[in-house]
């Protein structure tokens, strides 16, 4: 029988491996229209990072956030009996 745990790191990896690829493809897309030494913030003063510093960040928000809207696709997607499905073992605590 499958432990919970390996449920849980099945689906995890379902929703990151597909946001780590579209964050990467998102990142190239962007960066191959801006220039990461023309960023500014929004006060207007220049970035003080390198350009390799510049893409890391914004590779972790892109993951980030595309990762998120997976994992929300994924809970809303679920039904009643998948998200009620743990109640009977050791309920309530």
């Known amino acids: 029988m499958p432990s919970a745990?390996?449920?849980?790191?099945?689906?995890?990896?379902?929703?990151?491996?597909?946001?780590?690829?579209?964050a990467g493809v998102l990142e190239m897309l962007v960066f191959v229209v801006v220039d990461p030494s023309d960023l500014r913030w929004f006060g207007g003063e220049a970035l003080e990072l390198s350009r390799q510093a510049v893409y890391t960040v914004t590779?972790?928000?892109?993951?980030?956030?595309?990762?998120?809207?997976?994992?929300?696709?994924?809970?809303?997607?679920?039904?009643?009996?998948?998200?009620?499905?743990?109640?009977?073992?050791?309920?309530?605590?």
Do not use: C
């Not at 790191?9 to 780590?20: N, S």
């Not at 980030?64 to 050791?90: C, F, H, K, Q």
């Open 5 to 22: 745990g390996a449920g849980l790191k099945q689906r995890a990896l379902t929703i990151l491996w597909p946001a780590f690829l579209m």
């Open 59 to 93: 590779f972790l928000i892109f993951w980030g956030v595309i990762a998120t809207a997976g994992a929300l696709t994924a809970l809303l997607s679920a039904g009643a009996d998948e998200i009620n499905a743990d109640r009977g073992r050791g309920w309530p605590r």
